[in-house]
Nanobody, 119 residues
């Protein structure tokens, strides 16, 4: 049974930091590209950060580059997102996604965790 569970969201002030975690099980975590997305009401889900399988190469949206850091622990099956210098525009529901494309595509999603940045 596949499980993807995000945690670590909350209410923080502008300029503060927060670390999100995503605990995943039920699939071979190390072979999946792991992503963080975020979504605000009325807007499309936005890809925030990527951690490629095997190489662990990372990619970031321009809006978070230099402030956010994605990392993963393949042994534990956990994905992290360290968010520094948070801004009000970072307020969103953050989703963890596991993605694999071989002869077919596999996509697993968590339920999301709310991050609110407000003074």
């Amino acid at each position: 049974q596949v499980k993807v569970v995000e945690s670590g969201g909350g209410l923080v002030r502008p300029g503060e930091s927060l670390t999100l975690s995503c605990a995943a099980s039920g699939f071979t975590f190390s072979t999946y590209t792991m992503n963080w997305y975020r979504q605000t009401p009325g807007k499309e889900r936005e890809l925030v950060a990527v951690s490629r399988a095997l190489t662990h190469r990372t990619e970031y949206a321009d809006s978070v580059k230099g402030r956010f850091a994605i990392s993963r622990d393949d042994d534990k099956g956990i994905l992290y997102l360290r968010m520094n210098s948070l801004k009000p525009e970072d307020t969103a529901v953050y989703y963890c996604n596991a993605h694999l494309s071989i002869w077919e595509t596999f996509d697993y999603w968590g339920q999301g965790t709310q991050v609110t940045v407000s003074s």
